[in-house]
């Protein structure tokens, strides 16, 4: 203003929204199994928030890259952004439930795949994960805001942090 130019386009701070709407994205792997039952609870209280008209639940196995879907695992197909920006909540373990030997269980590359992938397309996310902070893994801390889902958790725990 000092210089007497005209403003182009006025700064912004891109803050998170569930205006739009929320996806979320369940895993289905042998380490969320014992908590398959609970996710139904999950679905409930986000329809409550945000309208079942404006809620998408989709499923997956380990990580969503290796195909997601509404129905049955045979029609899953390739994870593909949902268009719009519609935030992400993910109810996963990230691999660290279920045998330690188990020769499907997600890998770090699989999962930054995904994030890139959904950051790419403007896309925010967070994590419930059943597990303390003590087991999650350290690359998953670097790429998604992560809350403990337990008895304990509170809605505030999903604010993303000051740096989205």
Do not use: N
């Not at 986000?46 to 129905?71: C, H, N, W």
């Not at 087991?135 to 740096?163: G, K």
């Amino acid at each position: 203003m000092s210089k007497a130019r005209g403003i182009d386009e006025l700064p912004r701070r891109r803050r998170p929204t569930l205006r739009f709407g929320v996806e979320i994205l369940i895993d289905r792997g042998p380490g969320m199994q014992p908590y398959a039952r609970d996710h139904e609870a999950v679905i409930e209280v986000v329809r409550q928030l945000v309208g079942p008209d404006r809620m998408k639940v989709r499923y997956f196995e380990a990580v969503p890259t290796r195909g997601i879907g509404s129905g049955p695992a045979r029609r899953w197909r390739p994870y593909t952004p949902t268009p719009g920006g519609i935030p992400i909540l993910l109810i996963t373990d990230f691999g660290i439930g279920g045998f330690a030997m188990d020769q499907f269980r997600a890998q770090a590359a699989e999962w930054h795949r995904f994030f890139t992938m959904a950051r790419a397309a403007g896309v925010d996310y967070t994590a419930l994960v059943p597990y303390p902070l003590a087991r999650w893994p350290r690359w998953a801390r670097s790429h998604v805001h992560i809350v403990q889902w337990d008895r304990r958790s509170r809605p505030t725990a999903a604010s993303p942090p000051t740096r989205w």
